[in-house]
């Protein structure tokens, strides 16, 4: 009889594992501000968590203007810089380290994936108690496409080993859902990021928790036995 294969676990970062979503959105609009463009708050709360260059499509649909590669670049380099003047402040979410302390213990598989580039993530990182030396982190960096493609997920999940099929992606966005689906792998949704259950439901997760303590709470839920 075959052995069962462990589910393994591939996290988002930003409002997943860490309080980070609005320290995103208000580096983007300070970002934006700086270049003349002005754009709601709320608006940009729904894009975090698409890869970059979808990122200011979107924008450029809402705001009628084409942003040159110049502009795109001193967007990109502002928004580095208003986010490292927010990020030293920035907490992991309740039960992010308990739940990934759990999944080491019981020799669970997991990694994050991120559409952050290591310049952003790679300080949050260290805050959460991740060293991408000693654990599997794939950041925007090492693919081609970030969220909602899959490319993310499916890297992770190659270089932890383990078939995306039996993998649950944990996101707070419906981008990291529509990502899983693309991916094959089962959707779990945390509300710490500031999307509804009905959103995230609606974009393919099968379970959704308040945030990484909920989760943890119901691990059996999920896959994540002992």
Same mark, same amino acid.
């Given at each position: 009889?075959q052995?069962r294969? *462990?589910t393994?676990f591939?996290?988002?970062?930003d409002?997943?594992?860490v ?8 580096a983007?609009?300070? !970002?934006l501000? &700086?270049?003349g ?8 709360h729904?894009?975090i968590g698409?890869?970059g260059?979808?990122?200011?499509k979107a ?7 084409e942003?040159?590669?110049?502009v795109? &670049?001193?967007l990109s380099? +502002?928004?580095a *810089? ?5 990020s ?5 979410l309740?039960?992010?380290?308990? =739940?990934?302390?759990? =999944?080491? &213990?019981n020799d ?12 952003t993530a790679?300080p949050? =990182? *260290?805050?959460l ?7 599997i ?12 493609d899959?490319d993310?997920f +499916?890297?992770?999940a190659e270089? +932890? ?10 996101g ?5 859902m +529509?990502a !899983? ?5 089962l959707g779990?949704g945390l =509300?710490?990021?500031?999307y509804g ?5 609606? !974009?393919?997760?099968y379970r959704?928790?308040?945030?990484? !303590?909920?989760?943890?709470a119901h691990?059996d ?6």
């Amino acid at each position: 009889m075959q052995a069962r294969q *462990k589910t393994s676990f591939l996290f988002d970062l930003d409002g997943t594992l860490v309080d980070s979503v609005y320290d995103h959105v208000l580096a983007w609009h300070d !970002a934006l501000q &700086e270049e003349g463009i002005e754009v709601s708050i709320w608006r940009l709360h729904r894009k975090i968590g698409m890869s970059g260059g979808l990122f200011t499509k979107a924008l450029a649909r809402e705001t009628g203007k084409e942003f040159g590669a110049e502009v795109l &670049e001193r967007l990109s380099r +502002l928004h580095a *810089k208003y986010y490292g003047q927010r990020s030293p402040r920035t907490m992991p979410l309740p039960g992010a380290r308990e =739940l990934l302390a759990f =999944l080491t &213990e019981n020799d669970i598989p997991w990694a994050i994936a991120t559409s952050g580039r290591i310049e952003t993530a790679g300080p949050v =990182l *260290k805050i959460l108690g991740v060293d991408p030396a000693k654990n599997i982190v794939i950041t925007r960096d090492l693919v081609r496409y970030a969220k909602p493609d899959p490319d993310l997920f +499916l890297a992770a999940a190659e270089k +932890l080993g383990v078939d995306i099929q039996n993998s649950c992606v944990v996101g707070d966005s419906i981008w990291d859902m +529509l990502a !899983a689906q693309r991916a094959r792998g089962l959707g779990i949704g945390l =509300l710490s990021g500031g999307y509804g259950t009905e959103e995230l439901e609606r !974009a393919g997760a099968y379970r959704v928790y308040e945030d990484p !303590a909920d989760m943890l709470a119901h691990i059996d839920e999920v896959g994540g036995r002992r």
